[in-house]
């Protein structure tokens, strides 16, 4: 069994300069939104690849013995220059083979366009959901682990009219995430009969959207959506509505399911906050990783952790397949590790894998999110978990069925 403290050790010990031993190591970076909208949801993401890394160096690395790495980069989320420079010393200066990230969707596509794309970086992204990832001229070099908005704001949407909610105010964060999302629950509301009173944007990282709020409150509707950011916008969206007395419902979605936010306005105001968010089906490899994630003092339910671990190994068994640290090649290896045919491997089973590798037998990974079978776009099924504020955190209520 790992534990948290042992994990950190395995990928701290990755990290350790191996002195003239540079061939000795393999080297994917992790690009977090470290500071920012969703820098309290960072840290169980992060830790999710961390724990796909330690297992593969536990048996015995990668490539005939190599040593796994992950250094990490800080895109901020919500600033491209950032995300920019960040995955520039990933792909320039640290010479990573691939990159697990983004997460925030303006970060990842920053990122793809102005460094991974040019450098022939392959890059799997454990959280970026909107549309706008699938639209990339990437080379076939950027992946997702998690469904498109496009199916999650279909679900929010089905999940609210399902509880008889069918008249509500709806403020975004104005980005990729934001309006895709937007986009995505509106047209699936009104399909379904319900009606938007209002839909506003609203700019990240500001002190004040009482102006917004007041125009949303006009409409006379009693629940405010907010498709935001947990530590930035979304937070202060949901204070002041709250401190106003305008909504009496709140709904959220993927980016603001953390307990930051409870924390900071109180559990009492967000008592019965509705909110949707990629989950992970009811499969073995479920199971498997929700089991190794506690022994490390990991939460296997934080939002992203089990689609960062797929990701992370996934890259892992692409590198294998590809039987090199080159990037040419990994994405090609990608597909191969994750469709059907093959014999099927499981979380935490990367000695199988390389056994399995090395005999030439093919292989198909169904991970802790579930099956990966990429579409040309790089994009995956999934799955949409219902949550609720109850009892002063964020509990999952069961998949939002179709």
């Known amino acids: 069994m790992i534990n948290k403290r042992a994990l950190a050790t395995a990928v701290a010990a990755s990290s350790l300069a191996l002195t003239g031993m540079a061939q000795a190591e393999v080297k994917v970076g992790f690009l977090g939104g470290f500071t920012g909208g969703i820098e309290s949801l960072t840290p169980p993401i992060f830790e999710g690849a961390q724990l796909a890394v330690a ?91 998690v469904p498109s908005d496009a199916f999650q704001g279909e679900m929010l949407a089905k999940l609210l009219l399902d509880k008889g909610i069918d008249f509500v105010a709806v403020t975004y964060v104005n980005n990729d995430y934001g309006r895709g999302l937007s986009d995505a629950f509106s047209a699936a509301f009104e399909e379904g009969g319900g009606e938007i009173a209002d839909n506003l944007a609203h700019e990240d990282n500001r002190a004040d959207y009482r102006s917004e709020l007041g125009s949303l409150s006009v409409s006379g509707a009693d629940t405010l959506v907010v498709l935001a950011y947990a530590d930035t916008s979304g937070q202060t969206v949901l204070r002041q509505a709250y401190e106003s007395g305008m909504f009496t419902q709140y709904v959220g979605a993927d980016g603001m399911v953390g307990d930051s936010l409870i924390n900071a306005i109180g559990a009492d105001v967000l008592d019965g906050m509705i909110a949707t968010r990629p989950g992970s089906p ?121």
């Open 282 to 402: 009811d499969l073995p490899g479920t199971e498997i990783f929700n089991e190794a994630a506690e022994a490390a003092g990991i939460d296997p339910s934080a939002v992203f952790a089990a689609q960062a671990y797929d990701a992370a190994f996934l890259v892992a068994l692409a590198i294998e397949q590809n039987g090199s640290a080159e990037r040419e090649g990994l994405s090609e290896a990608l597909r191969s590790v994750s469709s059907a045919p093959g014999e099927i491997i499981l979380p935490g089973e990367w000695e199988k894998a390389v056994e399995l590798i090395a005999a030439g037998t093919e292989i198909n990974y169904e991970g802790a999110s579930g099956s990966h079978e990429f579409d040309e776009n790089g994009d995956v099924p999934g799955v949409v978990v219902e949550m609720v504020v109850e009892n002063g955190s964020f509990t999952s209520k069961g998949l939002v069925e179709l």
């Open 55 to 145: 297992q593969v160096n536990e048996q015995g690395g990668i490539l005939g013995g190599q040593t796994l790495v992950m250094p990490s980069g800080d895109t901020t989320c919500s600033d491209a220059s950032a995300a920019s420079n960040a995955a520039d010393r990933m792909v320039n200066s640290e010479q990573v083979t691939a990159i697990v990230g983004a997460l925030c969707t303006g970060a990842t596509i920053a990122a793809a366009n102005n460094a991974a794309i040019p450098g022939g970086v392959l890059m799997v992204s454990p959280a970026s959901t909107a549309p706008a990832v699938s639209e990339l001229d990437d080379n076939d070099l950027v992946f997702r682990t």
